[in-house]
């Protein structure tokens, strides 16, 4: 039996979105100030480890989180995945929030017909698929026994953890343990994932109320 291989999915950081838009996959939205220091908190993180491969989904939230990781890990180059890109959404450019305007909008209804697949977006099986690649091929790409980071979204992270434990896909969003700057790590061994990790690096930096409506959701973390 070989060495288990390590790969790191790192959720990107807080994103300066003041008027609550679900941007999705939408171009334009970028680190917020506290979403870089959590950036700079999971570069300390993973000083101190010896990875042998960068890979970030193509949006500017994660592209902005890898940065200054990458830059204590200068002899390795960043390399853009599709597969572990944020889920579409059907809703993408509308306001949730406070009200639930988008929810509210009649308009919008029939996009709630099966939250299973779900009807509003990217069928969880096909983001498990992707994602499940995108580690799988990180994994092979490194020598046995090493460690890869991938900066992705907290969706498809959560949804791949799903997977990988034999949880049922379909979820209360608000169950998933998966915080801004989280890390949440599988181990690979002879081409299947046979461990799963969690932690939160930047866990002091999330914001009370963040962490509020985590206990309220049964103890697990947004």
Known sequence: MGATTTVHLLRHGEVDNPTGVLYGCMP???LSPLGRRMAARAAEHFAGVELSALVSSPLERARE????IAAVHPELEVRVDSDVIEAANVFEGQVFGKGNKALRNPRNWRHLSNP??????????????????????????????GQALVVSHQLPIWIARCAAEGRHLPHDPRSRQCTLASVTSFGVLDGRIVRVDYCEPAR???????RRANISAGGARE
């Open 116 to 145: 299973f697949t779900p009807s509003w977006g990217e069928p969880y099986v096909e983001i498990a698929e992707r994602m499940t690649r995108a580690i799988m091929r990180a994994a092979e790409e490194i020598p046995e026994g």
């Open 65 to 68: 989180t890898m940065a200054p």
């Open 204 to 210: 002091d930096l999330i914001p009370a109320k963040d």
């Open 28 to 30: 334009g939205y970028h």
